[in-house]
């Protein structure tokens, strides 16, 4: 069975602070897909940024960052020079490979950034 | 424009009652899903549907029943067997049954029952 771990539950920053937001996945497939989404106070999900396991390079966005390491099973999110407008929820997903594969969500992590 | 609609955003309803929350994407996408999504517990599968006139339970299926008689519409029904209702309700498409890829999520359903 695959889980999606984020151990972080709430972080607070001050603006232009940069921010990690940790994710951790289980999964006994050798070809899955991992994502990150970011739900504002709207509650609409956003979505950042899909990576499959055979690509490890890590991935740049503007201010935000990616860094995906198989030999720790983590998809970290880093956002550089936080602004009050990335305040909101940010889940990480993973789906497994194949014509049925779901999404498997992380609990979320609640980011406040203070001006 | 191209989207997600869920309607309504807020929906009350007494206890006992059934409920349908709709929702409509005009993506020209093959699957659509539902979610529910509780405070501190993610959002957790309900039902997905990969192509018109099919649809799978997800992890959370019990008390709830959905359709697909159109590709654009795949409405949820809220039973009275569903023992907790109260929450918010969240439907994603993606482009395409038979591959990986990302979904698009609409604005939600906030279900409170009294």
């Known amino acids: 069975a695959q889980k999606v771990t984020q151990a972080q539950t709430e972080i607070s920053v001050v603006e232009k602070e940069d921010v990690t937001l940790d994710c951790v996945y289980e999964?006994?497939?050798?070809?899955?897909?991992l994502f990150w989404y970011k739900q504002p106070p709207s509650g609409e999900l956003v979505f950042l940024i899909r990576r499959n396991s055979f690509d490890e390079q890590n991935e740049i966005s503007g201010r935000y960052s990616w860094n995906f390491q198989k030999s720790t099973s983590s998809f970290n999110f880093t956002i550089t020079a936080s602004q009050v407008v990335d305040s909101a929820v940010y889940f990480c997903?993973?789906?497994?490979?194949?014509?049925?594969?779901?999404?498997?969500f992380g609990k979320g992590i609640t980011l406040s950034v203070r001006p | 424009d191209g989207g997600i609609t869920q309607s309504p955003k807020y929906l009350f309803r007494k206890e006992g009652q059934n409920v349908t929350l709709s929702c409509e994407q005009n993506l020209n996408h093959d699957a659509m899903y539902w979610y529910r999504q509780d405070p501190g517990q993610g959002l957790r599968l309900i039902y997905y549907s990969q192509i018109v006139n099919d649809f799978q339970k997800g992890d959370i299926a019990e008390g709830y029943s959905v359709s697909r008689e159109k590709k654009e519409s795949f409405p949820l029904t809220v039973t009275s067997a569903q023992k907790n209702p109260t929450a918010f309700y969240l439907c994603?498409?993606?482009?395409?049954?038979?591959?990986?890829?990302?979904?698009?999520f609409g604005p939600g359903t906030r279900l409170t029952v009294l």
């Open positions: 999964t006994r497939d050798t070809t899955y897909y």
């Open positions: 994603a498409s993606s482009a395409y049954w038979d591959r990986v890829n990302e979904q698009f």
């Open positions: 997903a993973l789906s497994e490979a194949g014509a049925n594969s779901k999404l498997t």
